[in-house]
Nanobody
Framework: QVQLVESGGGLVQAGGSLRVSCTGSGRPFTTYAMGWFRQAPGKEREFVATTTWSSSTYYADSVKGRFTISRDNAGNTVYLQMNSLKPEDTAVYYC?????????????????????WGQGTQVTVSS
């Protein structure tokens, strides 16, 4: 079994910064992408950012230029550095991993291809 544990969420004022982390543990497997999604109250879960096995990164338009995704050398931990936060960034942030190879050029932005999910961490941005 694979476990993903997020940490680092919290309350921050608009314009501030926050970094959330996600560490995987459990049986070894190849991760073809590690990504972040978020879900605000009353809204559907949406893609935020992902980093793939080919070292590509993809971002939602709403966070481009403000958020940065990175991964540690061991590949077990993924980070999401969030700068210039806005109230509309308020959501539960989930990390997830893909254990199947969808090809070198696939963007891994679809939630359906992610096999394992963390429990989520709350990020609240006050105005």
């Amino acid at each position: 079994q694979v476990q993903l544990v997020e940490s680092g969420g919290g309350l921050v004022q608009a314009g501030g910064s926050l970094r959330v982390s996600c560490t995987g543990s459990g049986r070894p497997f190849t991760t073809y992408a590690m990504g972040w999604f978020r879900q605000a109250p009353g809204k559907e879960r949406e893609f935020v950012a992902t980093t793939t096995w080919s070292s590509s990164t993809y971002y939602a338009d709403s966070v481009k230029g403000r958020f940065t995704i990175s991964r540690d050398n061991a590949g077990n931990t993924v980070y999401l550095q969030m700068n210039s936060l806005k109230p509309e960034d308020t959501a539960v942030y989930y990390c997830a991993v893909v254990s199947k190879n969808y090809g070198f050029t696939y963007s891994y932005t679809e939630a359906a291809v992610y096999d394992y999910w963390g429990q989520g961490t709350q990020v609240t941005v006050s105005s």
